[in-house]
């Protein structure tokens, strides 16, 4: 039986697992063997997914399922994500997280960790309780929907974080996936209208200068206006390899810079880096340490989506 959720599209036979570990035939049917049993959560600082123009300084109701449909040698959560659904989840239905955000008075949830394309039915699900109690949505993802997954999600999930790893070859040798279905998704979701933040890990000894410009160059072109730079730290298959320094990082933000996206940030980073607005240069957010700085500056900074000192509109969703 063919899956539809990603864009591998796993033909699974009875009995057998997806690539994800999370999909499986059962009595001649494909199911979310983690549906509902919630692996991780938490009350995280949106800055933290990273968003930092999509209601910047609040909180949001942070959570996960196992699974994911890439195989990434560097990856940060890979006890969430390389394995299947653990003896010490906790089942959590769509209206019971709904319930959860609202109690905590968090105003989104966010979709994060492991790889919810792999769990989107809970996510569905779960967004359409939440959009009709206010709760904003967000999905920190690899990107790689399918085409039925892009269609069934674009109209539910208020913001994405989308992961653009590296070039072709990077994602075929180190995460075990393909560009082309995350490209697709960025600018599937972007058309669309919903709030897309882009984030890279920078590896180095990996990443190089050519690599940044041709990746910023795709970005640009899907009309990304927010891109995160954000440092490695050894982890999983790569525990072997040195951190990401901040000179390196600092340099590669720099060549990132020429690809002309708007907004340019750096992560798991020393440096601090403001939101300035593109015409005029005012300093709209001045700390994006998730405090009350960030909701302070947006309010004295920001009015209907525009800078109150030049009138110029400004990429994001701030109140």
Not at 47 to 66: M, N, R
Not at 116 to 145: C, H, R
Not at 244 to 252: A, G, P, R, Y
Not at 270 to 291: R, W, Y
Request: aromatic letters at 10%.
């Amino acid at each position: 039986m063919i899956c539809n959720f990603c864009f591998r599209h796993c033909n699974i036979e009875e009995g057998q697992s997806g690539f994800c570990r999370n999909r499986k035939v059962i009595d001649n049917k494909i199911v979310s063997i983690g549906y509902g049993y919630i692996e991780a959560m938490a009350i995280d600082p949106i800055e933290k997914k990273p968003l930092y123009h999509f209601l910047p300084g609040t909180k949001t109701l942070s959570v996960a399922e196992a699974g994911c449909n890439f195989r990434c040698d560097f990856c940060q959560n890979w006890q969430l994500s390389q394995r299947e659904k653990g003896n010490s989840s906790v089942y959590v239905t769509p209206k019971k997280l709904v319930d959860l955000a609202i109690k905590y008075k968090t105003p989104s949830i966010s979709f994060t960790y492991s790889e919810p394309i792999v769990w989107q039915d809970y996510v569905l699900e779960a967004s359409a309780i939440a959009k009709q109690n206010g709760i904003k949505t967000i999905m920190v993802t690899n990107g790689s929907f399918s085409k039925e997954s892009r269609e069934a999600l674009a109209p539910l999930i208020d913001a994405f974080n989308i992961d653009l790893k590296g070039n072709a070859e990077y994602y075929r040798t180190i995460c075990k996936g393909e560009l082309a279905p995350v490209l697709k998704g960025i600018e599937y979701m972007i058309k669309q209208n919903c709030h897309v933040e882009v984030t890279t890990l920078i590896i180095q000894g990996i990443h190089t200068e050519e690599i940044i410009l041709k990746m910023g160059k795709l970005l640009k072109d899907c009309g990304v206006q927010v891109w995160h730079l954000t440092r490695f730290f050894p982890n999983y298959k790569m525990s072997e390899n040195k951190p990401t320094s901040e000179k390196f990082l600092s340099e590669m933000f720099e060549i990132a810079k020429k690809s002309k996206i708007p907004y340019i940030y750096r992560g798991n980073t020393l440096a601090k880096d403001q939101t300035v607005c593109v015409n005029c240069k005012k300093v709209f957010i001045s700390s994006h340490e998730g405090s009350l700085v960030a909701l302070k500056d947006c309010k004295k900074n920001i009015e209907n989506g525009k800078c109150i000192h030049c009138g110029a509109s400004i990429y994001g969703v701030f109140q």
